[in-house]
């Protein structure tokens, strides 16, 4: 039809006629595919020429000159359309006229179809993607402070978030910490550590002298005095051992008694100095000396006919001439009054009585003969009525004392000299070695309360051979006889051998005085 109007139009003369352009949608304006023709100059016939309107513009109305431009939140993408399109959810388009929408960028999102905007994503949520209708809420361990993002943080070290959608994360409470980003929880200090402050990446080690043993503190508690711990991070302090003390709290250590080798406490966890039992020998040189204080043997030297002044703090003391070290020349006894010695001799020999003051030796009695100072039983309670400890009754609890009208142990250890060795002459032996030795050969002893295979009546068990010199219903050996005797004997069960000495260790430097069970 457009080529036959083209035709007819070449026949009329060109000078009677002119064309108007029309922008116009041709399927709209014509009718039966015919041209439309329109008198325009002296009645003559003008065909009018249809031009398709251009994307991004429409016309939904016949016979017009002009196209409309598409609206702001619409598109058209082909020509000669009579309407335009809304932009998709997702999309937009802030200007007229356009042919085509935008994608909504990362960050933002719009769920509406024709829109001239975005929308940015709300604080707790985020889109990494472009073009969509919507926005991803924070995953847990994650937030979001800031509108239109992308991405949502992980939560730092030191910080959790256990709900979605969050614009922050939490600290982690004292006494819990997280050394991970991006965590949903904190974990909990393990025991033995703390934490007292909030949103820590880690718990920090209770330091020595303190312990924790829960889990999820905010402090480590002191070791109690009595007690140390020397190392960091544990759940528990350890008591004092015997022999050592602690008086305060939080202490990494305890204080070991005044001499290691002669004094002890007769309890653990001990909390004071006081508690600490040992020999102690006040000695003063001359009347205008010092005094000075021994603990264990030792020897005093002072000049000729110079005073020295002797007194026993704790425990008994002998007193021995050097050139004559088995004989006691005499006795200083705890509470006796003070020693004055003025004689010629320029040399002396102290020696501490440790067996059956500090420690009991006859372990067949239990501690019968035990005969020390001590008056508080094993866990620090005093005696009644200010007794001492002893165990005339050979209980096998070993001496004790009343305490609240009921016997309690007192703690006393056991002697390691004159029981698992014998010192000087032997005489304070009270060991179980039961044979003797003659010419490499060892002999069974024979039994002190016997006459055969030999008779003896000086030396049978009696009250005074018990107790000074351990004789009794046993055949262990022992030295009653010191006048012609050095070191511990028995009699034998050999008819040819009456008595030969006893291969006894000598007791030395090497061993204690006293066993701490």
């Known amino acids: 039809p457009v080529l036959h109007a083209l035709q007819e139009l070449s026949k009329i003369r060109k000078d009677r006629f002119h064309a108007l352009v029309v922008l116009q949608d041709l399927s709209k304006t014509k009718k039966d595919n015919q041209p439309v023709l329109h008198a325009k100059k002296d009645n003559q016939p003008v065909l009018h020429a249809l031009q398709d309107c251009a994307a991004g513009s429409f016309q939904d109305q016949e016979g017009q000159s002009t196209c409309s431009a598409c609206a702001a939140g619409s598109y058209q993408d082909q020509e000669g359309q009579t309407s335009c399109s809304s932009c998709a959810a997702g999309t937009f388009q802030d200007k007229s006229g356009q042919p085509s929408c935008s994608e909504c960028a990362t960050g933002s999102y719009q769920d509406q179809e024709g829109q001239s905007a975005c929308s940015a994503c709300a604080i707790g949520t985020y889109q990494d993607e472009a073009g969509q209708t919507s926005c991803t809420v924070c995953a847990a361990g994650t937030f979001q402070d800031q509108a239109g993002q992308e991405s949502c943080p992980s939560c730092a070290a030191g910080t959790s978030q256990a709900l979605t959608g969050q614009t922050s994360c939490s600290d982690c409470a004292v006494g819990s910490f997280q050394d991970k980003e991006g965590q949903t929880s904190c974990s909990t200090c393990a025991v033995g550590s703390y934490q007292d402050?909030?949103?820590?990446?880690?718990?920090?080690?209770?330091?020595?002298?303190?312990?924790?043993?829960?889990?999820g503190q905010e402090t480590c508690a002191l070791c109690s005095a009595g007690s140390y711990q020397d190392n960091v991070g544990e759940t528990a302090c350890m008591l004092c051992s015997k022999g050592s003390y602690q008086d305060k709290s939080g202490s990494p250590s305890c204080n070991k008694c005044r001499d290691e080798l002669t004094y002890t406490t007769y309890i653990e966890g001990s909390v004071s100095a006081d508690d600490c039992q040992g020999p102690l020998?006040?000695?003063?040189v001359g009347k205008k000396g010092e005094t000075q204080f021994m603990t264990n043997t030792g020897t005093i030297s002072v000049k000729a006919n110079e005073q020295l002044d002797l007194n026993a703090e704790s425990g008994n003391w002998i007193v021995r001439h050097p050139n004559d070290p088995y004989r006691e020349y005499f006795i200083i006894k705890q509470g006796d009054a003070e020693i004055h010695l003025d004689t010629g001799v320029t040399e002396w020999l102290l020696e501490p009585m440790i067996g059956n003051v500090f420690c009991f030796k006859d372990v067949e009695g239990h501690g019968q003969y035990f005969g020390g100072y001590q008056t508080k039983d094993a866990q620090g309670r005093p005696c009644d009525d200010g007794q001492?400890?002893?165990?005339?009754?050979?209980?096998?609890?070993?001496?004790?004392?009343?305490?609240?009208n009921q016997p309690s142990s007192c703690g006393i250890p056991t002697c390691v000299w004159d029981v698992q060795c014998s010192a000087g002459d032997g005489i304070g032996y009270r060991g179980t070695v039961n044979a003797a030795?003659?010419?490499?050969k060892t002999i069974t002893c024979q039994a002190w309360n016997k006459d055969f295979p030999h008779v003896h009546p000086e030396f049978h068990p009696s009250s005074h051979n018990t107790a000074a010199y351990g004789v009794g219903h046993h055949n262990f050996c022992r030295n009653p006889d010191p006048n012609n005797t050095h070191k511990p004997w028995?009699?034998?069960?050999?008819?040819?051998?009456?008595?030969?000495?006893?291969?006894?260790?000598?007791?030395?430097?090497?061993?204690p005085y006293f066993e701490q069970k």
């Open 197 to 215: 402050k909030e949103g820590q990446a880690s718990c920090v080690l209770c330091a020595a002298g303190s312990y924790q043993d829960k889990e």
């Open 281 to 284: 020998l006040s000695f003063k």
């Open 388 to 404: 001492y400890c002893r165990n005339s009754y050979t209980l096998e609890m070993g001496p004790h004392c009343m305490v609240n």
């Open 437 to 440: 030795t003659e010419k490499s």
């Open 490 to 511: 028995c009699y034998t069960s050999d008819f040819w051998v009456r008595w030969a000495y006893c291969d006894v260790p000598t007791c030395d430097a090497t061993l």
